[in-house]
């Protein structure tokens, strides 16, 4: 027996206002899929021809040629670093694929950017890595060459830096396997990459290691000695014992991988998928359109559902009570899932309601997963007295405790306290996905604006001065800017730039990407929580 | 009059299991004979019981009588039937059989002895006056060497005991005719041990023509029409055909009743048959008939006489055999429309029709839509199946197909269409010139003569199909290998192939045919949308580009992508375990493809090569014609390379060429060793300068995956080297 029962979509598909939608929704997505395209070669065409006259492969390239056939990969956080001083991509791939059979998470630097150097965002983007590797449970593979950390910019990186590190041998301490090939150097902190790292694999005559250089060796005990000698993948492999595979080029290196990967026979410890996993019943192609491209304009979470879920099938929880908070059953490519999405804002019956269920589908082992169109938390005084605190806070008591693995959506807005209530970010879900409409911030910039504008006329009031005309349109024009800049600071390009998110994904793609992220999860354990803080009744 | 009940068929292969066939229906029981590698062979298991005979070599098995003779009489078979070929002539085999009480199916002992030398033969059909050239018949070592005026140069001379070219001479000068006695004296003296020749003028150009007749014990005997087999290559059919569309009406009544005349006067019992070659005159019409000899016993292309005439040749030798009377007279035959048959063999036609041998993998026969041998109107007789062994101690022939139809352009064009679908692999074939003889200009105008393969050598050389066809068939090899690869329960199964939220490059693979081209081909499934899940159903749009991909040059910039594009959609994929069905369009142009692979490329394949990813073949078959494709591997490995022991065997194989000895020294890149595996060969080279120490095969052993091929000793690696003494 399948859970639920099929939804019926009532998107009209061929409206004027879905066509108009659609339309703008793909010039969101044209925007973000530009962005994608910069990536591989973002070192600049010199530095990548000159990477390959080497006979080296890219780094994406290197994936290609290890993942299995046929399999799909899924890039995390490709655009890191966006709209800041640091490439986009951050110089470095972090992914997840499937090797030998296995999900396993892979992550490259680029060494066509500043020589795989490490900026400030490609710490930041491994450190989310690590994050989801320890997380889910999943196999490592490192595909390293880099120059170290970019010197120059070190009072951004040296200190916690080093956490890369310790992220490695605590993963090995907690099974956790990890491979690192060594394409190219492996110079100072760097070195300790392969050498925290489970297996080492160092392809002939191309990777090395050292903790100094030749120049720096030179400089430090006047010894002048050659790479080879210093750090060579044979020195390694034969005589410091570094190298645990000694590879002839980097297809070998590759191959050893696999044969690695092969031999680990690894289990993943989750239940695994349990339902049918039949296609929906309308075209997840429409997802594009179920969403608004302009965030303030209310959309159906149901016609999301019906595009995202098995067959359709939704049994929804408490349907007639806090209709506002969509939440209930049903499954994504077999693996059950507990839904919750906004039809609106947070009111106490929402709020009470989506604790329970988050309690419910704890004490069934069952994921969730979190449609964010949320602008907040209702206000006013027939809220507060009504106990919208006391209610949201068991909200925020559920998502904060709950154990099961969280997955966000974000296919609308996310503003406010709303955002934690769903388990934002801040409340550490296994997986942050953004559609390209998303917005995120404390609040729309509009309210944002206006709010600040209240603000500054009641200062001006308390001081007793009266708004002229001149101090209305500098009030007017400081609202106006203020909003611009929350408008540009809330967009997903700028949230995923900030790794807000582990990437922003063509809607279509939804169920692909979701169905890769809670089967990645499943690689751990799935167990709901127990234990909850202390609920204010 | 003595009835059938149980029939002892003392033969193998197609033939034993069309006899069973005709048995079965009739009701008489039936028992086999068999050599020991036939154990589990099809025509073992066609049969009610069978008799193991041991040996291996047709000497050690099939050809002992007296052992046939009593598995007969213990297994209480009262009559043997001997097929073709083994004992079917061997009138000293014929009397025992009758001296042991069982019916002969057959002509009596005296027939088969008086036919079968083909002297006393061609004598007697002149006394009958079958029309043919004249004979000139040596006395021993009393041959003067010059020739009568009734016998013009050229000339042939044969042997009378003599088949299949061998003690044959053809002579074109006076001078030359002694030697050329002597010469096919002394070669049928050593081949058939009767050193007796005779001449006969020799006819340049000409079609074989044979007359199939069927007489009984009571002195009434039919004719069945003609047939016509030109088509030939060292001396042995590959193409018949009844009627024969290239004499005349005139020739064709002298044909038939001239073999009528010669049966008659031998009171022939059993299925025989008279065989002629007609001449062609310079302009074009039938010219000199000539008598060549009588076979004696069914014969291999017996299925197009039954075809034409609806008779069932067996039940009627069943029923002479056992001393009833003909049922039909010569006006109850009657002809309908025109059947051919061809004869796929186990053999290569590029490589001069050289033999093959090996295990057959898959064979499949006749139409991809319907199964094998069904729902195309042809008729498959064989005695092979998958996992079949061609032997060299036997007869190479795999299969006949006979069309039947009201023309025989519909004949030819249906037995192509169904030669084109057919796959038989593990070894070389002639499926291709067959299909390619079928659809050929002259051979549809019916202008064959039997030097018809030499005078069009490029259907010799067919090698399947090209063009578009080979692109459709390639791709469809790569998406049945895709969908197989990606089983429902697979890692991140569900997504669609090769997904990718940021792409480079869509997935690249090179895959080879058994002709050993390389085609490399990059693929990228278009999914905006996702393609609902792994429905099969669902259509898929996926961009191909064959062709090899750009790389970089010595500045490391990449070239233009100047690659061959196609706009594929994948519109069915039916997957029945090792058996797939497509059907996928390729620039608009929609092809429906069975695919099949022998093994699962999992687990058993994945060892053979070491986790290197490919190596398993993909076969497919389509109206367009059949091809199989093995998927090259990603990786090469290097193991026993680095470690300094020298290369070891990638696939299970042969080895086809040795090219070092122990004491060479090699250079990093040169071949060693040719190994053949999966219908490809395979260099296997030196990683590096080194000194050969052993070479641990030779040419024609057989090497299995992990073997080290060649020892070799690298310098560096032995520590002594270098070292003072």
Not at chain 1, 105 to 111: E, K, L, Q, V, W
Not at chain 2, 131 to 147: C, D, K, Q, R
Not at chain 2, 263 to 285: K, M
Not at chain 2, 652 to 661: L, M, R, Y
Request: glycine share 12%; hydrophobic share 40%; with cysteine.
């Amino acid at each position: 027996m399948t859970i639920g029962t099929a939804l019926r979509s009532r998107l009209d598909t061929r409206s004027d206002d879905y066509h108009a939608n659609v339309a703008a929704m793909e010039e969101l997505w044209a925007e973000v899929e530009s962005e994608l395209a910069k990536v591989p070669s973002i070192g600049g065409q010199r530095y990548v021809d000159r990477h390959r006259r080497r006979g080296k492969m890219l780094v994406r390239e290197r994936v290609e040629a290890l993942v299995d056939p046929h399999s799909p990969f899924l890039e995390l956080s490709p655009l890191a670093a966006w709209g800041t001083q640091d490439p986009i991509g951050a110089g470095m791939m972090c992914g997840i694929g499937v090797v030998e059979g296995v999900e396993v998470a892979i992550t490259g630097s680029d060494m066509t950017y500043r020589g795989g150097a490490a900026n400030p965002t490609t710490w930041a983007k491994g450190h989310r890595f690590y994050e989801i590797v320890r997380e889910n449970r999943l196999p490592l593979i490192v595909l390293n060459e880099s120059a170290g950390a970019d010197l120059p910019r070190q009072a951004d990186l040296f200190i916690r830096g080093g956490q890369s590190f310790r992220d490695l041998t605590q993963l090995s301490k907690l099974g956790v396997p990890s491979i690192t090939v060594a394409f190219g150097p492996n110079t100072a902190g760097g070195a300790y990459t392969p050498g925290m790292s489970d297996y080492t694999v160092f392809v002939r005559e191309r990777g090395t290691a050292y903790l100094g250089g030749p120049p720096l060796v030179k400089m430090a005990i006047d010894e002048i000695v050659d790479e080879e000698t210093l750090g060579g993948a044979e020195m390694h492999s034969a005589t410091s014992g570094l190298s645990d595979y000694l590879a002839e080029d980097e297809m070998d290196g590759l191959r050893h991988v696999r044969a690695i990967i092969r031999h680990l026979r690894w289990n993943k410890l989750g239940p695994g998928p349990s339902e049918p996993n039949d296609p929906p019943l309308y075209d997840p192609a429409e997802l594009i359109g179920c969403a608004q491209a302009d965030v303030r304009i209310p959309f159906e979470m149901r016609e999301v559902y019906a595009r995202l879920l098995d067959g359709s099938r939704f049994e929804e929880f408490k349907p007639r009570y806090g209709n506002k908070m969509v939440c209930g059953w049903g499954s994504i490519h077999g693996f059950p899932v507990g839904m919750l999405g906004n039809n609106g804002i947070l009111f106490s019956e929402e709020a009470t309601k989506a604790a329970q269920f988050i309690q419910l589908c704890n004490k069934r082992d069952i994921p969730l997963v979190f449609c964010h169109n949320i602008t907040g938390f209702m206000v006013g005084s027939k809220a507060e007295q009504g106990g919208i605190i006391r209610n949201g806070a068991k909200l925020i008591n559920a998502v904060s405790n709950s154990t099961v693995p969280h997955f966000n959506l974000m296919v609308g807005a996310s503003y406010g306290a709303g955002n934690y209530g769903m388990a934002g970010k801040a409340y550490n879900p296994r997986f942050i996905f953004s559609w390209p409409n998303h917005r995120i911030a404390v609040m729309g910039p509009k309210q944002l604006a206006g709010v600040m504008d209240i603000v500054a006329r009641n200062a001006a009031a308390g001081r007793g001065i009266e708004v002229d005309d001149e101090m209305e349109a500098q009030l007017q024009e400081q609202a106006a800017a203020l909003e611009g800049q929350i408008e540009t600071e809330s967009t997903a390009l700028f949230s995923t730039g900030r790794l807000w998110d582990d990437g922003i994904i063509h809607p279509a793609d939804s169920r692909t990407v979701l169905g890769m992220a809670i089967s990645a999860a499943h690689s751990n354990v799935v167990a709901g929580a127990t234990e909850y803080g202390v609920w204010r009744h | 009059m003595s009835e059938i009940t149980t029939l002892l068929i003392a033969n193998r292969g197609e033939i034993a299991v069309r006899i069973a066939r005709t048995a079965r229906r009739l009701g008489i029981g039936t028992v086999g004979v068999y050599s020991e590698p036939d154990v589990n062979a099809l025509h073992v298991d066609a049969v009610d019981v069978a008799v193991a005979l041991g040996g291996s070599t047709p000497a050690e098995s099939y050809l002992r009588g007296e052992a046939i003779i009593a598995a007969a009489l213990a297994n209480g078979a009262d009559a043997i039937h001997p097929g073709y070929g083994f004992l079917s002539e061997n009138a000293a085999f014929a009397r025992d059989v009758e001296a042991a009480g069982l019916v002969w199916v057959g002509p009596t002992p005296e027939q088969i002895e008086l036919l079968g030398d083909k002297v006393a033969a061609k004598r007697t059909a002149i006394e009958a006056g079958v029309p043919t050239a004249p004979m000139l018949e040596i006395e021993g070592a009393s041959f003067s060497g010059a020739l009568p005026d009734t016998m013009p140069l050229p000339v042939l001379v044969k042997a009378a005991a003599g088949g299949g070219g061998r003690g044959m001479r053809i002579v074109r000068s006076n001078d030359e005719v002694a030697a050329a006695v002597a010469a096919a004296s002394r070669e049928a003296e050593s081949a058939f041990g009767d050193g007796t020749v005779f001449i006969e003028p020799y006819l340049e150009r000409g079609r074989h023509v044979e007359v199939q007749v069927i007489g009984d014990a009571h002195g009434n005997v039919v004719h069945l029409g003609e047939r016509e087999c030109s088509i030939q290559r060292r001396n042995q059919k590959i193409v018949e055909e009844s009627p024969s569309a290239g004499i005349s009406d005139e020739t064709r009544n002298a044909l038939c009743s001239g073999a009528l005349a010669l049966a008659q006067r031998v009171g022939y019992r059993g299925a025989g048959t008279i065989e002629f070659l007609v001449g062609t005159a310079h302009d074009g019409t039938d010219g000199t008939i000539n008598f060549l000899e009588v076979n004696t016993r069914l014969q291999v292309e017996h299925p197009v006489t039954e075809a034409v005439t609806e008779l069932d040749l067996v039940e009627l030798q069943l029923l002479v055999a056992a001393g009833a009377p003909l049922p039909i007279t010569q006006s109850d035959v009657q002809f309908s429309g025109h059947a051919i048959e061809v004869r796929v063999v186990a053999e290569d036609p590029a490589a001069g029709w050289l033999p093959s041998t090996g295990t057959v993998e898959r064979f499949m026969i006749g139409d991809a839509e319907s199964g094998p041998g069904r729902g195309d109107g042809v008729r498959v007789d064989t005695g092979f199946r998958d996992g079949a062994v061609v032997s060299p101690d036997y007869d190479s022939l795999l299969a006949k197909v006979i069309s039947h139809a009201s023309t025989r352009r519909a004949a030819a064009l249906t037995l192509a269409r169904s030669m084109r679908s057919s796959q038989i692999t593990g070894l070389h074939t002639n499926l291709d010139s067959l299909a390619e003889i079928l659809v050929e200009p002259d051979y549809l105008a019916a202008a064959t003569p039997t030097a018809y393969l030499d005078e069009h050598p490029h259907v010799v050389a067919a090698h399947g199909p090209s063009g578009a066809d080979e692109v459709a068939l390639l791709v469809a090899a790569v998406l049945a290998d895709e969908a197989w690869a990606r089983p429902s329960g697979a890692a991140f199964g569900f997504a669609p192939t090769g997904w990718r939220n940021l792409r480079t490059t869509g997935q690249r693979q090179v895959w080879e045919s058994a002709r050993g081209i390389a085609r490399h081909i990059e693929f990228e499934v278009r999914n905006g949308a996702e393609q609902a899940g792994r429905e099969r159903r669902a259509i898929v749009d996926v961009d191909v580009a064959i062709g090899p991909w750009p790389l970089p040059g010595d500045d490391g910039a990449l070239p233009d992508d100047q690659r061959e594009r196609a706009a594929v959609r994948i519109l069915d994929r039916d997957i029945d375990g090792d058996t797939m069905r497509l059907a996928i369009e390729v620039d608009g142009r929609r092809v429906r493809v069975e695919a099949g692979r022998v093994a699962a490329p999992t687990d058993e394949v994945d060892v053979a090569i070491g986790g290197q990813l490919g190596g398993q073949t993909v076969h497919v078959r389509s109206a367009v014609g059949a091809m199989s494709w093995t998927l090259a591997p990603r990786f090469e490995s290097h193991d026993a390379g680095a470690d300094g022991g020298g290369p070891i065997c990638p696939l299970p194989g042969t080895v086809i060429a040795v090219h070092v000895a122990a004491g060479d020294r090699v250079a990093d890149g040169d071949v060693l060793m040719v190994v053949e595996a999966m219908k490809m060969e395979h260099k296997i080279t030196a990683s590096s300068d080194s000194l050969v120490t052993e070479v641990r095969f030779a040419v024609g052993d057989r090497v299995d995956s992990g073997d080290l091929l060649v020892a070799l000793d690298q310098p560096g690696q032995d520590g002594n080297e270098g070292g003072t003494a």
